[in-house]
């Protein structure tokens, strides 16, 4: 019998390989997941369930594959039952094998498998994903994708006390703050001006319509004919300003006015817009087009287009309004950053930090050193212990090296392309360079470089720009689960590739005619044990007294850095741990401001205000060093709207509705921020024993800066819908002047600033975006739905939306029935909100599904 079973399933892996070689159909299997328990077993950790089943007509044998996926969790089995051994490769990045405890799947049989994974989980973005057989020999085999299962009971899946998901009851109560007295938004625009008055009357913008610059707002007087005509479908005739200009749109330059500020008056016969400078009529232009009601910017519309009259005077509150685009982790295309461009301009951001390489993938190609695109840009199928001349898959990326959120660079001519682009709309980029941490895709790229010229004899050229010491036995995990993603700066070779990285980089703006002020190196998240068992450490702390520990590694690192961008005209920026060294504090290090770098125009992103750094970008401003504020808690756009299983992101920060940008006080946020990342109340000790921001920190505080960390990001939509509708709230933080409610506790002005906030963005701001660029993706607010004495009602947190219900239980469409007003309570009620192009909401149901 164990003879008949084993030749049956030989001869089923033949089938299956046969099969494999011919094409790259999916797999049989098909795998779901569900969440079980949090806190299992008394610890930080999470319960779940595999089950993969057989969806084929044949059996399916129990031996002869592998099975790869991605989990951003480490994982271990429940018990030593389990029918598959579980092995970890690296970072994100594991395989099953079938062992003795399974057998055949025969047709329609599934097998279950209880993992236990270290740390909670909340959505389903927590899935296992990208699931592929490997049979051997190359032959790949992918499944579809994970079905994800919600938990069977909510209050098991509580991380603590009362963390219940935010349901159709909950949405209901939170919208109740947002709601308005139908607000009028005719004339109103965001980020909102600094004065802005409406007037009698309307100007009419016609065909041909006459436009007037002076020679200085050459550039951004032909951008607005283009855009009149790529938007409207508008002519215009170009001339030069002055006394006699009359009528049409006239950009004139007005010395007094500061860089960044502009003057915009209507009347019924001319539109005069006044800047002193290129980016101040430019911003000018952007609050043009958004007086324009979005109606216009319909493709079909035949209307005449209106202006109101009226007068803005306007300037920034910040210098530095930022958009961190993260495209090393899942890549997005030229096209698609220009599009963002395109956004971040009107609504007046100034700033791209463009993460253009991270442990899962280098984008931006390097002429001098090319292996960094041709290894360090391409993910697929992954063997440990081989010579891999690629990364391996991440994020559910699968095997294959033709995936393009996997696989893909800006070449040369691509990124200067980007900064042409950028530099007409008065956007700096700024490139970031991961180092020393977050350096997988580089020092895999020059593990390859090496191997190859060592195989050709050129042992020189081949350790030239090394990055990992070899021998290096060092034992660290970083916060992703990588092993060997930290460049060894005890080595000479890093410095020589980190300069000419920097020389290509510094050659692409000067061909683009764009300036370059500086360059980000990265500088967070390096673990514990890097480098303390690298033999190019050991051999340079007998050569430098100085140098004793591992932290000295740390200071001389950036302090190398520093001056090397120094002498190249550069200032340094970098996340916040580059302005902070560690220290013993009664027996246990601690991190503190370092003190050889303040006051030198260096330059930090502070993301961290949590879990005792609540107050760390005030010390840091405090010290010396320029501070972006960069809230994970506020401002990190990938962090999940709210609990809900079905909502997309992460939370590890917290999450992020639409509320909690708008609601930052730049200089004195924990007036208002008095919750952790749990929603636990912050203690009295971190509220009244933070340090406050001093005269000198205060100046120091150079901008604000949203980021969209790629890891859960799979497609264009998926980008623009984490971006908007929040990052609107986070230019209006950025751009427009303090609120009177920013100094004290003065609720009645906060939630008639947020309501008014809210009303512009249902009614204005969402209705263009559906009619710029191709159309924008946003995500349209969940219904929040109630019973009350027995009848349904139904709100949601932005106007300009319809709603549609179904009354069996099945998914709202665009033909279900319409919500108007309350309706009597039934079983299987489901809500759906929908915006005028048929885009939607997450469906909402009274009862848990």
């Given at each position: 019998m164990k003879l008949r079973l084993l030749l049956i399933t030989c001869c089923l892996i033949g089938q299956f390989n046969n099969s494999k070689a011919q094409s790259q159909e999916e797999a049989p299997l098909a795998v779901s997941w569900q969440p079980l328990l949090n806190n299992y077993d008394g610890k930080e950790q999470a319960l779940s369930e595999l089950i993969i089943k057989n969806e084929g007509e044949k059996p399916f044998p129990w031996e002869g594959w592998k099975l790869y996926f991605n989990f951003i969790r480490l994982a271990e089995p429940v018990d030593s039952l389990q029918p598959l051994d579980v092995h970890h490769i690296n970072g994100d990045y594991f395989y099953f094998q079938p062992n003795r405890n399974g057998s055949v799947l025969m047709p329609g049989d599934s097998v279950k498998y209880t993992l236990i994974s270290k740390s909670w989980v909340v959505n389903y973005n927590d899935a296992p994903q990208g699931f592929y057989l490997d049979w051997g020999g190359g032959q790949m085999q992918p499944l579809k994708a994970v079905n994800t299962l919600l938990p069977p009971e909510e209050k098991p899946f509580y991380r603590v006390g009362g963390d219940a998901e935010m349901d159709a009851k909950k949405i209901y109560d939170k919208n109740l703050r947002y709601q308005n007295a139908a607000i009028n938004t005719s004339g109103m625009i965001l980020p909102t001006p600094v004065s802005s008055q409406l007037g009698k009357g309307n100007y009419v913008l016609r065909d041909d319509v006459a436009l007037y610059y002076d020679p200085v707002f050459r550039t951004e007087g032909e951008l607005l004919a283009s855009e009149l005509k790529e938007l409207f479908h508008l002519s215009s005739r170009t001339g030069s300003a002055g006394s006699k200009a009359k009528g049409g749109i006239q950009l004139v330059e007005d010395k007094s006015l500061a860089k960044e500020a502009y003057n915009l008056e209507i009347t019924k016969n001319e539109i005069r817009l006044s800047a002193s400078a290129g980016a101040g009529i430019f911003y000018a232009i952007q609050s043009l087009k958004l007086l324009i009601d979005p109606q216009f910017y319909h493709a079909k519309n035949v209307k005449p287009i209106t202006l109101p009259t009226g007068k803005i005077v306007d300037e920034p509150r910040f210098g530095s309004r930022s958009l961190m685009l993260d495209v090393a982790r899942n890549f997005q295309s030229k096209e698609q950053i220009i599009k963002m461009l395109d956004l971040m301009a009107l609504y007046k951001l100034n700033t791209l930090h463009f993460h253009l390489n991270d442990d899962e993938g280098w984008r931006l190609e390097i002429p001098s050193i090319p292996e960094l695109t041709e290894i360090g840009a391409r993910r697929g199928h992954w063997e440990?212990?081989?010579?891999?001349?690629?990364?391996?898959?991440?994020?559910?990326?699968?095997?294959?090296?033709?995936?393009?959120?996997?696989?893909?660079?800006?070449?040369?001519?691509?990124?200067?392309?980007?900064?042409?682009?950028?530099?007409?709309?008065?956007?700096?980029?700024?490139?970031?360079?991961?180092?020393?941490?977050?350096?997988?895709?580089?020092?895999?790229?020059?593990?390859?470089?090496?191997?190859?010229?060592?195989?050709?004899?050129?042992?020189?050229?081949?350790?030239?720009?090394?990055?990992?010491?070899?021998?290096?036995?060092?034992?660290?995990?970083?916060?992703?689960?990588?092993?060997?993603?930290?460049?060894d700066v005890s080595l000479p070779s890093v410095y020589t590739f980190l300069e000419q990285v920097t020389d290509d980089i510094v050659a692409m703006y000067q061909e683009a005619g764009v300036s370059l002020e500086t360059i980000h190196f990265g500088g967070d998240e390096v673990p514990n044990g890097v480098w303390e068992h690298s033999p190019a450490f050991a051999k340079f702390k007998k050569e430098d007294s100085s140098i004793k520990e591992t932290n000295d590694l740390w200071i001389r690192h950036f302090d190398i850095l520093y001056n090397m961008l120094a002498k190249r005209g550069l200032h340094l920026s970098g996340w916040e741990e580059v302005g902070m060294q560690k220290v013993m504090v009664d027996g246990k290090k601690k991190w503190i401001p370092f003190e050889g770098?303040?006051?030198?125009?260096?330059?930090?992103?502070?993301?961290?205000?949590?879990?005792?750094?609540?107050?760390?970008?005030?010390?840091?401003?405090?010290?010396?060093?320029?501070?972006?504020?960069?809230?994970?808690?506020?401002?990190?756009?990938?962090?999940?709207?709210?609990?809900?299983f079905r909502e997309q992101g992460f939370y590890w920060g917290g999450f992020i509705d639409l509320e909690k940008p708008f609601s930052f006080i730049p200089y004195d946020y924990l007036l208002n921020q008095q919750e952790d990342w749990l929603g636990r109340p912050l203690s009295a000790k971190i509220l009244t024993g933070a340090e406050k921001l001093s005269p000198k920190g205060r100046e120091n505080i150079v901008g604000l800066q949203a980021l969209l960390w790629s890891e859960t990001i799979k497609s264009e939509t998926q980008m623009e819908q984490m971006l908007f509708p929040r990052l609107l709230a986070f230019c209006e933080r950025a751009w427009a002047a303090p609120g009177k409610w920013e100094e004290g506790a003065d609720s009645t002005e906060y939630q008639k600033s947020l309501k008014h906030f809210f009303a512009v963005v249902g009614q204005r701001e969402l209705q263009r975006l559906s009619y710029l660029h191709g159309g924008v993706s946003y995500r349209i607010p969940t219904p929040g739905v109630k019973v009350l004495q027995n009848q349904v009602h139904v709100n949601m947190e932005l106007p300009g939306f319809d709603v549609r219900y179904t009354e069996d239980g099945a998914i709202p469409t665009v033909t279900s029935a319409l919500y108007k007003g309350p309706i009597v309570y039934k079983k299987g009620l489901v809500f759906r909100a929908f915006n005028s192009e048929g885009d939607s909401s997450l469906p909402v149901s009274l009862d848990r599904n």
């Open positions: 440990n212990g081989k010579d891999n001349d690629w990364l391996p898959p991440s994020y559910g990326s699968g095997p294959f090296l033709d995936n393009p959120r996997a696989s893909g660079y800006y070449s040369k001519d691509d990124f200067i392309e980007i900064l042409k682009y950028a530099q007409k709309r008065h956007i700096q980029v700024i490139p970031e360079v991961e180092t020393p941490g977050h350096a997988r895709a580089a020092i895999q790229a020059m593990n390859v470089r090496y191997r190859r010229l060592v195989a050709q004899g050129d042992h020189a050229g081949a350790v030239k720009y090394l990055l990992q010491s070899p021998g290096d036995s060092s034992v660290y995990r970083s916060v992703q689960k990588w092993n060997d993603n930290v460049m770098l303040q006051d030198s125009g260096v330059y930090l992103n502070v993301w961290n205000n949590l879990g005792g750094n609540e107050d760390l970008a005030y010390r840091l401003a405090n010290a010396g060093y320029k501070v972006k504020l960069s809230f994970v808690s506020n401002f990190y756009l990938d962090m999940a709207y709210y609990k809900s």
